[in-house]
């Protein structure tokens, strides 16, 4: 069973501090994708990496691909009100990629 | 264009009875996904149709849980004698493709079964 895990759970930080947060596994993924939830709405896709090694940016936020396929990192750089959310990744497994293996989550909350 | 819509927004119901979901993907949209999340959990797969058909059902829990897709557009999830372990929220989405296409969430129905 292919699991993917998401460390921090939970984060706390101020307006301005930078964060990662870790999506790690032991299987490899043909991509893996990042999205953003917020209470009662569904996950939005932010990026997809396909590449090992790959780095993607989004305005303050910088995705990564491990060179093995096995895990990825999101990076946020100065972090604002409006990041508040939950960050979920989720991998495409080789033989069946429609089959999204999600992450049980990072919960980021940016103070003012 | 509008997203994908889910209704309702919230349903509470008594152990053992029947439910349905509803799911309108977004037009044009041929395969749609069904996934469960239950609290502080990630999205868990359960279903996915291409066209009218299910290509992929293997992540429905047990036999009280079936979808159908009978036009190709509209899915509803149905759960028979529902159990108070159903209680989550049940999200929809739909894509243009399938192999790496994105999919386009809905705002999901929370369940809650008493």
Redesign the interface.
């Known amino acids: 069973t292919q699991l993917?895990e998401q460390s921090p759970q939970f984060l706390s930080i101020q307006e301005g501090e930078n964060l990662t947060v870790y999506c790690n596994s032991s299987s490899v993924f043909?991509?893996l994708q990042w999205y953003r939830q917020e209470p009662?709405?569904?996950?939005?896709?932010l990026v997809?990496v396909v590449t090992g090694g790959e780095v993607k940016k989004l305005k303050r936020l910088t995705f990564q691909f491990g060179d093995a396929r096995k895990d990825s990192s999101l990076h946020i750089t100065a972090a604002q009100p409006g990041d508040t959310g939950l960050y979920?990744c989720?991998g495409?497994p080789g033989d069946?990629?429609?089959?999204?293996?999600?992450?049980?989550?990072t919960r980021l909350l940016v103070r003012p | 264009g509008a997203g994908v819509s889910q209704t309702p927004s919230n349903k509470v119901t008594e152990k053992g009875k029947y439910v349905e979901l509803r799911c309108d993907p977004i037009s044009g949209h041929t395969a749609l996904y069904w996934y469960r999340q239950s609290l502080g959990q990630g999205p868990e797969f359960l279903i996915y149709f291409q066209g009218t058909g299910a290509a992929d059902d293997s992540g429905l829990p047990n036999d009280r849980f079936f979808a159908v897709r009978p036009e190709g557009s509209v899915s509803t999830l149905k759960i028979q004698r529902t159990e108070r372990g159903d209680s989550a929220v049940y999200l929809c989405a739909s894509s243009l493709g399938t192999s790496g296409a994105e999919q386009f969430f809905g705002p999901g129905t929370r369940l809650t079964v008493l």
Do not use: D
Not at chain 1, 40 to 45: A, K, R, Y
Not at chain 1, 96 to 105: M, P, W
């Open positions: 993917l043909s991509s009662g709405e569904g996950p939005v896709l997809t979920l989720a495409a069946s990629s429609y089959k999204l293996i999600f992450g049980s989550g």
